[in-house]
């Protein structure tokens, strides 16, 4: 209680992408529709194939993950109800329209729409029109550090807080957690790494390159931008294999990875391969009906040349999104690494090797997005900006090995090869 009564500011952060359709009455007019739904694939591509330029724009290609392609599937396959749509909000900000009656959204989950022009930060007409919808059915637009709105009667009553109390614009999960990691700078780079994956580097202008389906959202912060390259399975990929293999835990077949094939010394050319696209990709090949697959298998295949593989293989994927978002024009000096995969020091090193970068981990970087929601908090009411330079503690640093790099440089040649037969056998 005495904690609760100390609260100054709500911060607030939450997954992108998503759509939740509102009518007149600021009711519910159909179940929110996620990141992770691919039903709009189709629509995806009318869009990228009718308006080819609008991607410059909104900092990305078309993709079934984001929330305008969802809209024209809407229009397309649930007209009565698109027809009653009065608003779309995202997940975060359906969470602030019920704490404070209000519709806004920030600047980096906007961008995460398609609606957005990225470059000037307001929304994009052209895009709305064609998905069916108007700049009146958008919410306001905020910078994420800046005050939204003051929590409501209603909600002031349900949780014991203030009336009134300010609720900052906040942000989508990615930027957010960058600000709570102190990757706030151009140059400032991270590598998510848990069910998905991705590589974000902070850059103080839109850098994207649409033809590599690398994206270039708005930061967190007023005018910085972030170029992303993003991967469909990550850590999931472990998961996966570990299952696949009847393995008692992932750390079981990490355990036995590091045992039979130390990551300090060279991968035979000739040991497996993996393609991580159990989900499709997205950086750089934007393909959501391509597949993963092993080759170079032998009879004395073991579990832990099949998990070395998929951590290799994700590696490798991270490296083709890490050279997509250099060619954009970001900047990737060195890369902390955050998400469940952050807990195996063998991936963390491995990571590093396949990337050629200084790779590290932080203390408490689970809580990236809970920090960086409360930082934004403050920032919101005038507090804390000593706070938003500060990062977070270094657990552990690890740089690349020169010992594995040509027998990496080799394996990467071989994954790389491997694409056209992943893209011949696809759905």
């Known amino acids: 209680p005495q904690a609760w009564a100390r609260v100054g500011c709500i911060g607030l952060s939450g997954q992108m992408h998503g759509a939740v359709l509102l009518g007149a009455a600021e009711q519910v007019l159909y179940p929110a529709i996620l ?3 691919s039903r709009a694939v189709l629509q995806a591509s009318q869009l990228n194939n009718d308006f080819p330029e609008y991607a410059n724009v909104t900092g990305s290609l078309a993709m079934a993950g984001l929330t305008a392609p969802k809209l024209l599937w809407m229009q397309q396959h649930e007209p009565q109800v698109f027809a009653r749509i009065a608003s779309v909000l995202s997940p975060k900000d359906y969470l602030r329209l019920l704490l404070t009656g209000e519709q806004v959204s920030d600047m980096s989950d906007a961008a995460g729409t398609l609606w957005l022009d990225v470059a000037k930060r307001e929304w994009y007409a052209p895009m709305l029109h064609a998905t069916g919808l108007t700049i009146e059915q958008m919410p306001r637009l905020l910078e994420a550090d800046q005050p939204s709105a003051g929590l409501s009667a209603e909600a002031a009553d349900a949780l014991g807080l203030p009336l009134g109390l300010p609720v900052a614009a906040g942000g989508g999960d990615n930027p957010v957690s960058a600000v709570g990691i102190g990757a706030i ?6 590598v998510t790494l848990g069910t998905s994956a991705a590589i974000v580097a ?12 690398v994206h270039s959202f708005c930061h967190a912060l007023p005018q910085r931008w972030y170029t992303m390259g993003a991967m469909l399975a990550g850590a999931s990929c472990l998961r996966w294999v570990t299952r696949l293999l009847g393995q008692p835990s992932e750390q079981a077949l990490l355990d036995q990875v590091h045992a039979e094939l130390p990551v300090d010394q060279p991968v035979a050319v000739s040991s497996p391969l993996f393609l991580p ?15 993963g697959g092993f080759m170079n298998l032998a009879h004395d295949c073991t579990p832990a040349m099949l998990g070395y593989a998929v951590l290799e293989g994700v590696g490798f994927g991270l490296l083709d999104a890490m050279n997509a978002t250099l060619s954009a024009g970001a900047t990737v000096n060195a890369c902390a690494l955050v998400g469940g995969g952050a807990r195996s020091e063998y991936w963390a090193q491995l990571l590093a090797n396949i990337l050629d970068r200084e790779v590290y981990t932080l203390q408490g970087s689970e809580l990236s997005a809970c920090i960086g929601a409360a930082k934004l908090g403050f920032l919101s009411i005038g507090e804390g900006a000593e706070w938003l330079k500060r990062g977070m503690a270094v657990k552990a640093r690890y740089q690349p090995m020169p010992a594995v790099q040509e027998a990496l440089s080799a394996r990467y040649g071989k994954f790389k090869g491997l694409l056209g037969a992943a893209q011949g056998l696809r759905g």
């Open 35 to 37: 990141w992770d739904d």
């Open 202 to 213: 902070i850059t103080d202008h839109p850098a994207g390159n649409p033809g590599s389906a």
């Open 185 to 190: 700078n151009a140059g400032d780079a991270f």
């Open 277 to 291: 696209y159990l989900a499709g990709e997205r950086t750089p090949h934007n393909d959501p009906l391509l597949r």
